[in-house]
């Protein structure tokens, strides 16, 4: 009996702390958790990458970002912006916006609150000093948002933002064609894109598809009269802290 109590008592604290993970779910995303998915402005398309800054596949996705006229949000891991602080200040130099992936790219499916909190002011903390931009946005590995995650990121001023769609950039033999039509049936105003800007956790070269969808994507926005660009032109909320509006000026974290 009291080990089935125990067993009965463990199931239900992982419940709680798997519970806000539905949202990556697609049904909940579209219907009850629109803003946390990137559902925003019906004329815009919001424009993000994840696992950067990443020193092959960072600097051409830019490059090729300029050409476009076109600028997003990258969300950043603690320990690739450690290894590439110049990339990270070159991201908002050229005028993008830098956002939080975590510290490192792993799912927290235990719970774990402390090291949740630590693990992530430690990455927030990372981008506000190395690239002097205090960071609004937070998008946690594999889209998996845990109870201790949300409670981290709100304590730490930070607005969770998944995704509308995708181009499974990261699987091997994705070509520029492919990640187009995969994100094709999601790209319409409101969207939230998720690409990638790194092959840290994907396949060898995969950012090399993402780079050659980028036309593909940036011609579909403009045939369809949508504007593509950054979360902080996406009109999603942001619930700040301390009231003010969006920071661009880097503050001490709380």
Do not use: K, N
Request: positive net charge; proline residues 10%; glycine residues 10%.
């Amino acid at each position: 009996m009291r080990a089935a109590a125990l067993l009965g008592t463990a199931a239900a604290v992982e419940l709680l702390h798997l519970a806000p993970a539905a949202v990556r779910l697609p049904p909940v995303r579209r219907h009850l958790a629109r803003r946390t998915a990137g559902r925003g402005d019906p004329a815009h398309i919001a424009l993000t990458f994840d696992d950067g800054p990443d020193p092959h596949g960072t600097p051409p996705i830019l490059d090729a970002l300029d050409a476009l006229g076109v600028r997003a949000t990258f969300f950043l891991l603690g320990d690739m912006l450690e290894r590439a602080p110049d990339l990270g200040r070159d991201l908002v130099t050229r005028g993008h916006e830098v956002a939080v992936h975590g510290w490192h790219h792993r799912p927290q499916y235990l719970p774990t609150p402390t090291r949740d909190l630590r693990e992530l002011r430690r990455a927030t903390e990372a981008v506000a000093d190395l690239t002097g931009t205090r960071p609004r946005w937070y998008r946690p590995p594999y889209g998996v948002l845990t109870t201790g995650l949300a409670l981290a990121a709100h304590r730490l001023g930070l607005r969770p933002v998944l995704w509308t769609a995708w181009g499974r950039d990261w699987e091997p033999g994705a070509t520029g064609p492919s990640v187009y039509a995969t994100a094709h049936p999601g790209l319409t105003g409101g969207a939230t894109l998720l690409l990638h800007d790194s092959d840290c956790t994907s396949a060898p070269h995969s950012w090399r598809a993402t780079l050659a969808a980028l036309p593909l994507i940036a011609a579909h926005c403009r045939s369809h009269g949508l504007t593509l660009g950054p979360l902080r032109d996406h009109g999603v909320p942001h619930r700040r802290r301390d009231g003010a509006g969006p920071a661009t000026a880097r503050r001490p974290l709380p």
